[in-house]
């Protein structure tokens, strides 16, 4: 037998999970502790608490709302409570989170003074859909603690640019987690016979560009001239430009998001005359997806200036996101300038 030849190779019976993943990208790491291993392990965790909740939220009495309602002026589901606590407590266990900003707590909460990472997240996104059985999900981000005597330096308030990671979980007809620690985006899906997430979508690409647009037209009345004008003309009738694109909107960011990024398109969620600020948060919802489409190959703007470049000023800033293909993205950014 010519032996130069290798044996062919044997797919494994056991797929790749995503612990040995995260373990193959620490061998990679100049100078990897391990507590960046252990802090994804920890939200991931936490993940898969909150996939077992939702899947049985009407079950368990955890649907509807805690009466109470939070920083953002919102009436607080009871899953958004129940999510939010999760993650403070497997990150708080991990021992090696310094600080944890979220959409459901009014200040950044400091856990381990000498962590060497800080975590934003959005516990529960798309808390309008839990009722009613349609995709939710968890977004969060992985930043740097710089840390001085024991003293956090520099807390959340960082731009998206300096994400370490990011990924956000879809808690959908499959519960799948879309992740990035700066090495391309890769895909996982929860297997929940053994309560394991497995590689199912190695090195995701968002396409050049697609053939969807992702907006809530309720908004119309709303938005300004610019966007009524790109809206006008994503909707009129010009085959040799592939017009119009189709309509998709679950009102669900991450639904929104991984669609778009899977299949390229474009989503917006303009500033409008009741949001002039935006709608979306900054730093627990447009940065982590903004650095999951760049590392895809995709474009995040807020319709003009590139998302992880924004300087946060609080905690809970919102801003404009325009998340999709490339091409498409830059398309829209063509009206905005336009004169
Ligand atoms: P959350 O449930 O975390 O507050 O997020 C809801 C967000 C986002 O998921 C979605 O894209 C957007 O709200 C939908 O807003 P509209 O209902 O105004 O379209
Ligand atoms: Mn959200
Ligand atoms: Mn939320």
Known sequence: MNDSISPPHTPSVVGTTLEAHILSGQRGAPGATGEFSSILNAITLG?????????????????????????????????????N????????????????????????????????????????????NI?????????????????????????????GHKIVAAGYAV???????????????HGFTLDPAVGEFFLSHPNLK?????????????NHVRWEEPVR???????????A???????????????????????????????DKKSPGGKLRLLYEANPMGFLFEQAGGAATNGIDRILDIEPKALH?????????KQDVNGYREFMLAK
């Open 85 to 128: 606590d999760v993650l403070c407590t497997t990150l708080e266990r991990c021992g090696r989170c310094a600080m944890v900003a979220s959409e459901e707590l009014e200040q950044a909460k400091v856990m381990n003074e000498s962590g060497k990472y800080i975590v934003c997240f959005d516990p529960l996104d798309g808390s309008s």
């Open 206 to 218: 968002c396409p050049e560009r697609g053939n969807t647009y992702s907006i809530n037209e309720g």
């Open 47 to 83: 993940v898969r608490i909150i996939h077992s909740r939702v899947r049985a939220a009407g079950l368990a009495g955890m649907l509807g709302y805690t009466g109470d309602t939070n920083v953002q002026g919102e009436e607080v589901q009871k899953l958004d409570e129940f999510a």
């Open 241 to 271: 430009k592939g017009l119009p694109y189709g309509h998709r909107y679950v009102g669900s960011l991450v639904a929104d998001a991984h669609r778009t990024l899977m299949k390229g398109g474009i989503f917006a969620y303009p500033a």
């Open 229 to 239: 004008k790109w809206n006008a003309w994503i909707k009129s009738e010009d085959k």
């Open 317 to 325: 800033d919102r801003t404009a996101l325009v998340l999709g293909s």
């Open 171 to 185: 808690y959908g007809s499959a519960t799948t987690l879309t992740l990035s620690t700066g090495y391309g985006v």
């Open 131 to 159: 009722d009613v059985n349609i995709s939710i999900g968890t977004i969060f981000s992985i930043l740097r603690a710089q840390s001085a005597g024991g003293r956090l330096l520099e807390g959340a308030l960082q731009p």
